[in-house]
Antibody
């Protein structure tokens, strides 16, 4: 069984950066797609980007290009999402998820979510 | 590709049939259309992938159908635990998009 365990809640100041981790266990890590999705309070799901660890080249949603960095650390099966230049609109729960299927086209396992609160 | 779900809110009673719609602004490859269920305070759970394939452990009262720009999630007979928010999602061109969600509430 695949498990994705994320780092704990964060409170950040506007203009700062946040880094969220996602540790995978119970399945292959290197050749699957790891995706990041966020959900603002009371809102829907928003894809931010993804990466295949063995490939190492991330894809980002246009909205977040230039402000998000997704990386992986294969020896520890951990993925990271760093978001910079935070504003109050970045207050959200951030999820990592595994892309299932031949092209990672659906999200079959999810982390528990990490609440990031941006407040002065 | 923009996904538009309807209705925004659906009020039904346990035992009734639920039909949720997901309309795409452009043709979606059926293999790349999925549905998720999300309950308050929880991560989304995959229900359907490839438009009509149930994910592991999903009861057969959940079914998916459709093609091109119109997709449907049907819950044949609602159980109390089915009241939640449902999202459709598509993948294409290395990009993922979600619909805005349909809230299924108890009438």
């Amino acid at each position: 069984q695949v498990h994705l365990v994320q780092s704990g809640a964060e409170v950040k100041k506007p203009g700062s950066s946040v880094r969220v981790s996602c540790k995978a266990s119970g399945g292959d890590f290197s050749s699957v797609t790891i995706l990041w999705v966020r959900q603002a309070p009371g809102q829907g799901l928003e894809w931010m980007g993804g990466i295949i660890p063995m490939d190492g080249t991330p894809d980002y949603a246009p909205k977040f290009q230039g402000r998000v960095t997704i990386t992986t650390e294969e020896p520890t099966n951990t993925a990271y999402m760093e978001l910079s230049s935070l504003t109050s609109e970045d207050t959200a729960v951030y999820y990592c998820a595994r892309g299932g299927g031949g092209f990672g086209e659906f999200l079959d396992y999810w982390g528990q979510g990490t609440l990031v609160t941006v407040s002065s | 590709i923009v996904l538009t779900q309807s209705p925004g809110t659906l009020s039904l009673s346990p035992g009734e049939r639920a039909t949720l719609s997901c309309r795409a602004s452009q043709t979606v490859i059926s293999s790349y259309l999925a549905w998720y269920q999300q309950k308050p305070g929880q991560a989304p759970r995959l229900l359907i992938y490839g438009a009509f394939n149930r994910a592991t452990g999903i009861p057969d009262r959940f079914s998916g159908s459709g093609s091109a720009t119109d997709f449907t999630l049907t819950i044949s007979r609602l159980e109390p635990e089915d009241f939640a928010v449902y999202y459709c999602q598509q993948y294409g061109g290395l990009q993922y998009t979600f619909g805005q969600g349909t809230k299924l509430e108890i009438k």
